[in-house]
C-alpha cells in the first residue's frame, strides 16, 4: 500500500489490493467447486439420475456444495462491487480490469448441458455477474455479449440470461452514446 507523507494509507491502493485478492477468491471458489462437480459426477455415473428418487430425497434440495458456492460468490460480488464503485473515480481502468477480469471467471464457464446438476448451477452464478457489467468498457461489453451468444443462442437462453443480454445491449449502447 501507498503511504503518503502525514503517514496515512492511500485508499485507492488499499481498495486496489483488495480487489485483487477478491478476484483471486473468486477464481479460487470456481476451481474448487468445478472440482468438486467432477468428482461428484465420476463417483456418481448413471445413478445420479436417480440418487435423490430412490433415496427418498427431496429432488429440488439444494446440496450443500451448490448453496455454499451460490453464497461464496454472492458474497465475493457484493465485496467486489463495493470497492469498484469506491475506486470508479480515482482508478477508473483499474476498476474497469477488475470488473472485466471477474466478469471473464463468471462467465467463461462450461456451459450447462444437462450433465451435472452443477452446471445448471453456474449458470444462476452468472446471474450473480450483473452487477458487474456497468464497470467494464463498451468493447468489453460486447465481448462478453457476443461469447454469451456464441455459447448459447438466444432462442435457448434461460429468461435470466436473456434478462442479462439485455442488460449488456443497454449499456453498450449508453457507453458509446455517452448517456
Given at each position: 500500500?501507498?503511504?503518503?507523507h ?29 472440482e ?6 465420476q463417483?456418481r ?35 467486489l ?14 476498476c ?11 462467465l ?11 452446471e ?9 455477474s450483473?452487477?458487474?457489467l ?19 443462442p ?19 449502447h ?6
Amino acid at each position: 500500500m501507498d503511504i503518503k507523507h502525514d503517514g496515512s494509507i492511500n485508499e485507492a491502493s488499499g481498495y486496489a489490493e483488495q480487489g485483487a485478492l477478491l478476484i483471486e477468491r473468486l477464481f479460487t471458489t470456481y476451481r474448487e467447486y468445478n472440482e468438486k462437480a467432477y468428482d461428484q459426477k465420476q463417483k456418481r455415473g448413471f445413478g445420479r439420475l436417480f440418487g435423490k428418487w430412490i433415496s427418498r430425497q427431496d429432488p429440488l434440495v439444494i446440496s450443500q456444495d451448490n448453496k455454499e458456492f451460490l453464497g461464496a460468490i454472492a458474497s465475493i460480488v457484493d465485496e467486489l462491487t463495493s470497492i469498484l464503485a469506491s475506486l470508479e473515480g480515482s482508478e477508473p481502468f483499474l476498476c474497469s480490469e477488475y470488473a472485466c477480469k471477474a466478469l471473464e471467471i463468471m462467465l467463461s464457464q462450461k456451459p450447462s448441458k444437462g450433465e451435472s446438476e452443477a452446471e445448471w448451477y453456474l449458470i444462476v452464478a452468472e446471474y450473480q455477474s450483473t452487477a458487474l457489467l456497468g464497470y467494464a468498457s463498451a468493447d468489453d461489453l460486447a465481448r462478453f455479449r457476443d461469447r454469451l451468444l456464441e455459447r448459447t443462442p438466444k432462442r435457448l437462453m434461460l429468461p435470466k440470461q436473456r434478462e442479462m443480454l439485455a442488460s449488456m445491449t443497454t449499456m453498450i449502447h449508453k457507453k458509446e452514446t455517452g448517456q
